[in-house]
């Protein structure tokens, strides 16, 4: 069955400790990027990968790191979670460069107290 | 980042009326999709649009990308329980975006038995 797979589901922190949210994909997909949803604001892209080891900023990059080293792994990295951080957030993967329609996880509920 | 603005925010009706939703932009988009979120989980995909002034239909769902291609609108015929959730319009700009999409602020949707 094709699926992207984030980890945790949820997550409670406290502002300053260090986080990592794991998305696996396992549609040989190319190209794969992290979303956050807030209320009001829809779903605004944090940051895409268009291969391995080719990643590049989305339009909400600040406070975040994310790394590419294997096709099926896009992890993202809270280095110092703050509480504006509390978001609900989506990976999801594509098939190439021009595929339009990405496929998401089920989402990770972060809270940053 | 640029976002699309979606209308309306949220809707309330009765079991067997009509939907409708749209979405418009200040810019072109070479693609235009619609996803449906359900509590809990990740966005899916309902209709892709490809041309301007297409209209595709995908069962009591129909979707139009509007002549301009900056805006898009999607219907839900004969509304039923099960459509509830939150509908997602997304542009695509084409070219070496991948999976870059841009959304927009969602439409709730709630149906009364």
């Known amino acids: 069955e094709a699926q992207v797979t984030q980890n945790p589901r949820y997550l409670i922190t406290v502002t300053g400790k260090k986080l990592t949210v794991t998305c696996s994909q396992n549609m040989n997909h190319e190209y794969m990027s992290w979303y956050r949803q807030d209320p009001g604001l829809g779903l605004r892209q944090i940051y895409y990968s268009m291969n391995v080891e080719v990643t590049d900023k989305g339009d909400v990059p600040e406070g975040y790191k994310v790394s590419r080293k294997e096709k099926r792994n896009f992890p993202l990295i809270l280095e110092s979670p703050s509480p504006n951080q509390t978001s609900l957030y989506f990976c999801a993967s594509s098939d190439s460069l021009f595929e339009e329609k990405p496929f998401f996880g089920s989402g990770t509920q972060l809270s940053v107290l | ?113």
């Open chain 2, 1 to 113: 980042g640029q976002q699309l603005n979606q209308s309306p925010q949220s809707m309330f009706i009765q079991e067997g009326e009509d939907v409708s939703m749209n979405c418009t932009s200040s810019s072109i988009f070479n693609t235009w999709l619609w996803y449906k979120q359900e509590p809990g989980e990740g966005p899916v995909l309902l209709i892709a649009l490809y041309k301007a002034g297409e209209l595709t239909s995908n069962g009591r769902l129909t979707a139009q990308f509007g002549i301009t291609r900056k805006d898009s609108f999607l219907n839900i015929s004969a509304s039923i329980p099960s459509d509830v959730g939150i509908y997602f319009c997304a542009g695509h700009r084409g070219g070496n975006q991948g999976g870059k999409l841009i959304f927009g602020q969602g439409t709730e949707l709630s149906v009364k038995p």
